[in-house]
């Protein structure tokens, strides 16, 4: 069964540093997004990424984030510089955008630890 | 307002017994609905999608009310495996981003 897979499965940093998080979402999936969860908090959305544009994004998403699909594969999110409270879990989803048109399969998710 | 709103529970309930989860959404613009189940520490994995009609998946129904804003989910002769946090979402539709609920924690116990 084709699943979405994300690395690394956990990232240290220091405050100030560039991350990037990488995922590759299901082969035929048209849409891509990423979440949050801070832990013992529920699920954020962040963005979400449609022929090659970003289609919605949430307030949480600000300037120091961006999303890119640099390759037919990849879908990347980068924190220009990670603060303490970036610290969480992020998931990326993708969608076929088909007749279950917003049916959106997670991965794994990255584990971001800012010290 | 929280947009969508579960109790946290937990919920303990034995092995073969019938639970049932609720769940109240804000946003009168939702158009899709679902329950996803979240294992600790684990992604969120998609339960069901939940219909106008109501629907069923095995030992699962799930109920949307549009006009109370309301969608339930039934699980019916509970098993171990079901011991997880359920987690209701609604979204606008279409490509749009999901709003995620708290999630209901359920323990199933022996």
């Known amino acids: 069964e084709p699943e979405v897979t994300q690395t690394p499965s956990h990232q240290v940093t220091q405050m100030g540093q560039e991350v990037i998080l990488r995922c590759v979402p299901i082969?035929?999936?048209?849409?891509f997004y990423w979440y949050r969860q801070i832990l013992g908090q529920k699920v954020e959305f962040l963005v979400s990424?449609?022929?090659?544009?970003?289609?919605?994004k949430s307030e949480i998403f600000d300037d120091q984030f961006s999303v890119e699909r640099p390759d037919g594969s990849n879908f990347t999110l980068k924190i220009r510089s990670t603060k303490l409270e970036d610290s969480a879990m992020y998931f990326c989803?993708?969608?076929?955008?088909?007749?279950?048109?917003?049916?959106?399969?997670f991965g794994p998710g990255t584990r971001l630890t800012v010290l | 307002r929280k947009e969508v709103e579960q109790d946290p529970g937990p919920f303990n309930v034995p092995e073969g017994a019938t639970v049932a989860f609720n769940c109240t959404y804000s946003n009168s613009a939702s158009q899709s609905f679902f329950w996803y189940r979240q294992d600790c520490r684990k992604e969120p994995k998609l339960l069901m999608s939940v219909y106008s009609s109501g629907n069923e998946d095995g030992r699962f129904t799930a109920q949307l009310n549009r006009a109370s804003q309301y969608i339930s989910l039934l699980i019916r002769d509970s098993k171990l495996s079901d011991s997880a946090t359920y987690l209701c979402?609604?979204?606008?539709?279409?490509?749009?981003?999901?709003?995620f609920g708290k999630g209901t924690h359920l323990i199933i116990q022996p």
């Open positions: 989803a993708s969608g076929s955008g088909g007749m279950n048109y917003n049916e959106q399969f």
């Open positions: 082969s035929n999936h048209l849409y």
């Open positions: 979402v609604v979204s606008r539709g279409g490509a749009d981003g999901l709003t």
């Open positions: 990424f449609y022929n090659n544009e970003i289609s919605e």
